[in-house]
């Protein structure tokens, strides 16, 4: 049994919330000779992945999946592993104080 990790992105067409989900492929063969497939989503049975999917966002069941690949030459659209370091800079105002 071969198994394989699989990274598919979708992107809502509602809001154009881009995400991504993470399945394991494992591929097999049966003494028949026949080849398949089970698709599992967090060690769990799951139907593979198409467009039509919920977004986790906005709710809405009108997604497209992105090719595979995609995202290896669109890195902008990976979420960061953890949020931006504020910036210490102080903000200044433009605005000048009144002088009464």
């Not at 509602?14 to 967090?42: P, S, T």
């Not at 069941?61 to 931006?84: K, W």
């Amino acid at each position: 049994m071969e198994e394989v990790h699989r990274n598919v992105p979708f992107e809502c067409r509602h809001c154009w919330h881009v995400w991504h989900e993470d399945y394991v492929v494992r591929h097999f063969e049966d003494d028949h000779g026949n080849a398949g497939e089970i698709w599992l989503r967090a060690g769990l049975p799951a139907a593979p992945p198409s467009a039509g999917v919920s977004c986790p966002s906005c709710g809405c069941q009108d997604a497209t999946m992105f090719p595979d690949g995609y995202l290896s030459r669109h890195p902008e659209l990976i979420p960061p592993a953890e949020p931006a370091a504020p910036d210490p800079t102080p903000l200044l105002t433009p605005v000048r104080k009144p002088l009464y």
